[in-house]
């Protein structure tokens, strides 16, 4: 394993791969390693050096920082500022079992994406501009650092989710966002799927911009006491006193009745997964639109299983059995399976989503292709 | 401006490829010259040329069959929405077939379950929100070319607009593309679902300025309409005190729905134009709409109202509804009205770190002295996204060059203070040849592979955005002369 800790040391690293046409696993804090497809047993570069926040602009709202530096450590030193990253990253370390730390370019890599999406969107609308070197052994930039940018192909949503398939990241620049002062978790208890999804989908299309919106089962919310029955529609509103307390009386308009705050904010735990880092089997992220969402986890059936993104995102754990069963209902709602946690043998053999259709998989290999002739990074693991 | 040359074999042949396309769109084929004539240049006026022949399809499989014609015979291919391009991204060629998307323009569904809108790409910016707005929904992008432009366009221009500052460009607020590749393939991108099943390429082809396909069906998000606006008016001494102002709302932490500027020149080519209301005799204006709940909304037009107040300006709301309509009707008749106000002038569109508007603006007076030649500006202030309209007379010796070297100075003043080139315009072919001043050669060879990775022989809008190797120093702009736009009626930027 080899470790760098500059862009020209990854520069020279690429370029001594090219020369040898050997291929290799990109490493930061390996949180991430073990989603996508198994890649045999290649040499790994260790990019954990590049490290750092490279300059914090709290009045541009832009925040440049090495692709390595912790999650933990951008998210501190921006709440100091009151400001929070464009992006709701999720850590899903717990789940994925690993002692790593999560880091700023694992999370665009995986376009991990919280509860927060449905308000402040993906990694990948939030991502202004990046560094890297591609497969040529070249160092180059894709965007920019300002807010409004077209000038030349939109390169920062193409790294966004690509797994670490097209370049070894050198820094990342995201928008920041003022950090509202106050949160609230409003919880309507006892309501079955099909009424929880209707709800929440309500305050989706209101104009209260909620940051998360997720329904759970009871036994997903244990500790929570009896009064959850059926299961629970969790809304999250934030802002200012006054605005908060103003949206949370329109919730409760819109909601036909005054519901209960929850004290302790729940989303951190659905975001990150961890609700089934304990459970046996594959957990899959299932991306259907919204209103699928109660006819979907009807169909899938799974015993444990929560919606967040208004329905619009399923979380489960299901058999390893169940594989084909899971795909198949997610492409019958014109949705994605993913595959989040499985064995190596069930991520070979079922990739991270399923197959694309021949004309987009062909697009996508040469896309790669584009950035990564040789294909050096990450091969096989998405692209 | 140097465009690849014209293929005079394919030239030579026009008369069988019409045939040929009228077995596909039999319909839809304009071949005579005074038909012709109606598309040979989008609104980047200052560049014409006829298309060897337009087509106009009405469905998807026709689309398909043109483009498989196309590369089966290596006949480029100039996609074309509704011609609001202000760079050239629909400019025909002489050998090339224009395929314009007017014709598929049906709102396909509406689905309000899901917050969503499919249509054909042919549908306009603005008839989204219409057809949802009786329910209280609307779609947030809006370019000021709103009534015209299409959604199809939007998607290859990735189109922002005076609200991008708080609900993003148009890659924002897509959900998914029904895409014809070069060979014909008709592919499926993302959807309701909001997920694509591997690497981003509806993000890619957002913005691709027509250089990788063909747009048939496009999938955006509606939002409710925030149930309180609120618009603000402030006026400045000087425009660095506006341009300081803007920074310090910014830094504040206050995300307004939009944040425009225009300078005292502006203001009042334009009070004279529509009569708005701007107050006379300010050096620089800001508008400022703030949007949400009541209480959000007070709270940023009382910050915006004292940060307005320590930069020495004057901050006066819109009183009702039917002022705010006045004061935003008059941005966006800005072009126009400037139009008005001297013989010719050009459009620029670059974006600045917001931090440097001060310095912009200064350094922008600097070079208006050194080439002799007024400009004014009128811009999306709160994305950084400038504007600034070059004034000068046609009929004087050496003013036009001078107004272009003056131009292309601007844009290399953005790039070097950390900004690019084009902020919603797009390339095209008016700054096709200052990409070698924001890119590598490197980072340019590898945004061309990404194009070949879709485009193998290179026939998908040759010329525009990338330069080609035998660059020529003459750049183009958004050239108007006696107030005559491509589309005089239509608001800009």
């Given at each position: 394993m080899e470790k760098i800790a500059s862009e020209a040391q990854a520069v020279e690293f690429v370029r001594a791969a090219r020369e040898a046409k050997a291929p290799f696993e990109i490493v930061a804090g390996g949180t991430r390693r073990q989603v996508g497809k198994p890649m045999a047993d290649l040499p790994r570069l260790d990019v954990s050096g590049l490290s750092g926040i490279v300059k914090y602009e709290p009045a541009e709202l832009i925040i440049t920082a090495a692709p390595s530096t912790a999650l933990t450590e951008i998210t501190s030193v921006l709440a100091e500022k009151g400001q929070r990253l464009g992006f709701d990253p999720a850590d899903w370390s717990r789940l994925l079992g690993s002692n790593g730390v999560a880091t700023l370019g694992g999370a665009a890599s995986a376009d991990a994406s919280g509860s927060g999406r449905l308000r402040h969107g993906a990694a990948r609308d939030s991502l202004l501009a990046f560094r890297g070197v591609n497969g040529q052994g070249e160092a180059f930039r894709g965007g920019a650092k300002v807010v409004k940018n077209v000038t030349g192909f939109d390169l920062p949503k193409l790294v966004c989710g690509a797994y670490g398939s097209l370049c070894v990241l050198t820094e990342l620049t995201f928008r920041v966002f003022p950090k509202p002062p106050l949160a609230v978790t409003l919880c309507l208890a006892d309501v079955e799927p099909e009424a929880g999804f209707a709800a929440l989908r309500k305050i989706a299309l209101s104009a209260l911009e909620p940051a998360g919106l997720a329904y759970l089962p009871a036994m997903m919310m244990p500790g929570v006491g009896p009064q959850i029955g059926q299961g629970a529609a969790l809304i999250k509103l934030e802002g200012a006193r006054q605005p908060l307390e103003e949206k949370i009386a329109l919730a409760h308009g819109l909601l036909g009745q005054s519901v209960q705050r929850i004290e302790d904010d729940p989303f951190p735990a659905i975001a990150s997964g961890e609700k089934f880092a304990d459970v046996p089997g594959h957990v899959w992220r299932v991306m259907v639109a919204p209103a699928d969402a109660p006819r979907v986890a009807k169909e899938l059936n799974a015993q444990h299983w929560l919606g967040d993104w208004a329905g619009s995102l399923i979380w489960l754990a299901a058999a390893p059995a169940d594989a084909s069963r899971v795909r198949a209902i997610a492409a019958a709602a014109k949705g994605q399976a993913m595959l989040l946690r499985g064995s190596p043998d069930a991520r070979a053999a079922l990739g991270l989503y399923a197959p694309q259709a021949p004309a987009l998989a062909g697009l996508s290999r040469a896309v790669k292709a584009a950035f990564d002739p040789l294909s050096l990074f990450n091969p096989g693991r998405l692209v | 401006?140097?465009?690849?040359?014209?293929?005079?074999?394919?030239?030579?042949?026009?008369?069988?490829?019409?045939?040929?396309?009228?077995?596909?769109?039999?319909?839809?084929?304009?071949?005579?010259?005074?038909?012709?004539?109606?598309?040979?240049?989008?609104?980047?006026?200052?560049?014409?040329?006829?298309?060897?022949?337009?087509?106009?399809?009405?469905?998807?499989?026709?689309?398909?069959?043109?483009?498989?014609?196309?590369?089966?015979?290596?006949?480029?291919?100039?996609?074309?929405?509704?011609?609001?391009?202000?760079?050239?991204?629909?400019?025909?060629?002489?050998?090339?077939?224009?395929?314009?998307?007017?014709?598929?323009?049906?709102?396909?569904?509406?689905?309000?379950?899901?917050?969503?809108?499919?249509?054909?790409?042919?549908?306009?910016?603005?008839?989204?929100?219409?057809?949802?707005?009786?329910?209280?929904?609307?779609?947030?992008?809006?370019?000021?070319?709103?009534?015209?432009?299409?959604?199809?366009?939007?998607?290859?221009?990735?189109?922002?607009?005076?609200?991008?500052?708080?609900?993003?460009?148009?890659?924002?607020?897509?959900?998914?593309?029904?895409?014809?590749?070069p060979g014909g393939e008709i592919v499926t991108i993302g959807g309701k679902c909001g997920a694509q099943g591997g690497l981003d390429l509806l993000g890619l082809i957002t913005g691709s300025e027509g250089l990788l396909g063909v747009v048939v069906e496009v999938v955006v998000k509606i939002l409710r309409k925030p149930p309180v606006t609120r618009t603000l008016m402030a006026s400045f001494d000087t425009v660095t005190a506006?341009?300081?102002?803007?920074?310090?709302?910014?830094?504040?932490?206050?995300?307004?729905?939009?944040?425009?500027?225009?300078?005292?020149?502006?203001?009042?080519?334009?009070?004279?134009?529509?009569?708005?209301?701007?107050?006379?005799?300010?050096?620089?204006?800001?508008?400022?709409?703030?949007?949400?709940?009541?209480?959000?909304?007070?709270?940023?037009?009382?910050?915006?109202?004292?940060?307005?107040?320590?930069?020495?300006?004057?901050?006066?709301?819109?009183?009702?509804?039917?002022?705010?309509?006045?004061?935003?009707?008059?941005?966006?008749?800005?072009?126009?009205?400037?139009?008005?106000?001297?013989?010719?002038?050009?459009?620029?569109?670059?974006?600045?770190p917001r931090h440097a508007l001060p310095f912009v603006l200064d350094e922008m007076a600097k070079l208006s002295e050194k080439y002799e030649l007024g400009f004014c500006n009128v811009f999306h202030a709160g994305d950084g996204n400038l504007h600034p309209l070059i004034i000068f007379d046609i009929m004087k010796p050496g003013e036009f060059e001078r107004a272009e070297a003056f131009g292309a100075d601007i844009l290399r003043l953005c790039v070097k203070v950390g900004g690019v080139l084009s902020g919603e315009h797009g390339v095209g072919v008016e700054k096709r040849d200052l990409m070698t001043d924001m890119f590598t050669p490197e980072e340019l060879a590898l945004q061309g592979r990404v194009k070949c990775a879709f485009d193998v022989q290179g026939l998908f809008n040759p010329g525009k955005v990338f330069p080609t190797l035998s660059a020529c120093v003459e750049q183009g702009h958004i050239h108007v002369h006696g107030a005559q736009l491509p589309h005089p009626h239509l608001p800009r930027f």
């Open positions: - | 401006m140097l465009l690849p040359p014209t293929n005079a074999r394919i030239v030579a042949r026009r008369a069988e490829i019409v045939a040929a396309l009228r077995e596909i769109v039999p319909d839809g084929v304009v071949a005579d010259e005074s038909g012709l004539a109606t598309f040979d240049s989008d609104a980047l006026s200052a560049y014409h040329q006829m298309p060897l022949v337009c087509v106009l399809p009405s469905n998807r499989q026709q689309v398909s069959e043109i483009l498989k014609y196309a590369q089966a015979e290596g006949i480029p291919i100039v996609p074309r929405g509704s011609g609001t391009s202000l760079s050239g991204g629909a400019l025909p060629r002489e050998d090339g077939i224009l395929i314009g998307m007017g014709r598929m323009k049906r709102i396909l569904e509406i689905d309000y379950e899901n917050g969503c809108v499919t249509v054909e790409p042919g549908v306009t910016n603005l008839n989204i929100t219409k057809a949802v707005e009786a329910n209280g929904f609307y779609y947030a992008p809006d370019p000021s070319s709103q009534v015209a432009c299409s959604i199809g366009g939007n998607v290859a221009e990735n189109s922002g607009g005076l609200h991008c500052l708080k609900y993003g460009l148009t890659t924002n607020n897509l959900l998914g593309v029904t895409f014809v590749l506006a341009g300081a102002c803007v920074a310090a709302v910014i830094a504040d932490g206050v995300v307004p729905a939009a944040m425009e500027f225009m300078d005292g020149r502006a203001a009042e080519a334009i009070e004279s134009y529509n009569q708005p209301g701007y107050p006379l005799g300010s050096a620089a204006i800001l508008i400022v709409d703030a949007d949400g709940v009541e209480a959000d909304v007070s709270h940023a037009i009382s910050r915006v109202t004292e940060i307005v107040t320590q930069c020495g300006g004057k901050a006066v709301e819109a009183t009702d509804e039917k002022q705010r309509a006045r004061i935003w009707s008059g941005r966006k008749a800005a072009f126009a009205a400037m139009g008005k106000l001297a013989p010719d002038m050009i459009c620029m569109d670059g974006t600045i």
